[in-house]
């Protein structure tokens, strides 16, 4: 009985889970396919490019803000990673390729905070510019033949998991403690919900932005090399799409676009909709052309509840 009142509980605080249980299900009775461990896994490892990047976003948008460069920047920071990693140097190129997202996340954050511009604008910006860099430092020419010890990173098992999962679920728990546990995720919440007063409390509201796009930037980078692994090869069309999709999952899970509401919970939930609809409508053969269409439905439908509560 108690645990009965905490699962109610856990669904009022999370309204997604429901959703989640409910598409489950549906998909479940339309096909034998769909309810398998084999199947679970696989969505899993699908779902964790986007949900990493989902998760840098989470931070973004609690601050009342928005990056719509994670995309492109998740495309610059494979290239370089993989013109390094294909000499041999693997650990130097993953830290290139790190490097590479947390310095525009950054250069991001610090354009935004100092001059106080929209984040919309500056973002967009600089996701035309790092896709131009990609475009200009790979000549339009895919970067293949990486080291077989680097596409463990995406291909791997470990107990008959994935490896991307684990590394997903790393990075769940870290955010989850960072918002829940640390000066920065009280400010985060705090910019978000009344940047000015936070500011007026004497909290260094520029350095803490900075800090919250360097997540962003450099959680699309991780997400990266996690698909360059994967793929065993850097494309320079990577990520075309990804901030929407990472957008999307952040707020089916409930964070509010106005800033300073919403869980990273929520999020990692909003991602797994996400990929059991994906997973879900493949299996049962929906036209890729009508699956746009159903997944444009559920976020609007998620926007237009967030707006009546």
């Known amino acids: 009985m108690i645990l009965f009142k905490k699962f109610l509980n ?3 605080k999370y309204p997604i889970i429901l959703g989640f249980i409910g ?4 998909f479940s009775i339309l096909t034998n396919r769909f309810f398998t461990l084999s199947n679970f896994l696989n969505v899993f490892r699908q779902i964790s490019i986007n949900a990493i990047i989902a998760f840098g976003m989470t931070f973004v948008i609690l601050s009342g803000g928005i990056d719509l460069s994670v995309g492109s920047v998740f495309a610059l920071a494979a290239v370089v990673g993989a013109s390094i990693i294909k000499g041999g140097n693997v650990l130097l190129g993953s830290l290139a ?3 590479v997202g947390a310095a525009m996340g950054a250069f991001n954050g610090a354009i935004i905070a100092k ?3 929209q984040p919309f604008i500056v973002t967009l910006a600089t996701m035309a ?3 131009s860099f990609t475009q200009v430092y790979t000549q339009g020419r895919p970067i293949t033949g990486l ?4 596409r463990e990173i995406g291909r791997g098992e470990l107990f008959n998991v994935p490896v991307p999962i684990y590394i997903m679920f790393a990075v769940f728990f870290i955010s989850l403690y960072i918002l829940s546990n640390t000066k920065l995720g009280l400010y985060t919440y705090s910019i978000g919900g009344n940047e000015e ?3 007026l409390s004497g909290i260094k509201v520029i350095r803490y932005k900075i800090t919250i796009y360097t997540i962003s930037g450099l959680l699309s980078a991780l997400s990266a090399l996690i698909l360059t692994a994967r793929l065993n090869s850097a494309q320079p069309i990577f990520g075309t799409g990804y901030e929407l999709d990472a957008i999307a999952a952040v707020v089916l899970g409930g964070t509010s676009l106005a800033g300073g509401k919403g869980t990273i919970i929520g999020t990692l939930f909003g991602a797994m ?3 059991v609809i994906n997973n879900g409508m493949n299996l049962v053969n929906v036209s890729p052309f009508y699956q746009q269409a159903v997944k444009g439905a559920v976020i609007l439908l998620a926007v237009m509840a967030e707006r009546s509560e």
């Open 23 to 26: 598409i489950v299900v549906f």
């Open 10 to 12: 856990l669904l009022r």
């Open 197 to 199: 007063a936070t500011r």
């Open 115 to 117: 001059l106080k511009l």
């Open 273 to 275: 909709v996400m990929g």
């Open 97 to 99: 390729a790190l490097g």
């Open 129 to 131: 510019i790092a896709r």
């Open 147 to 150: 080291p077989s010890a680097f």
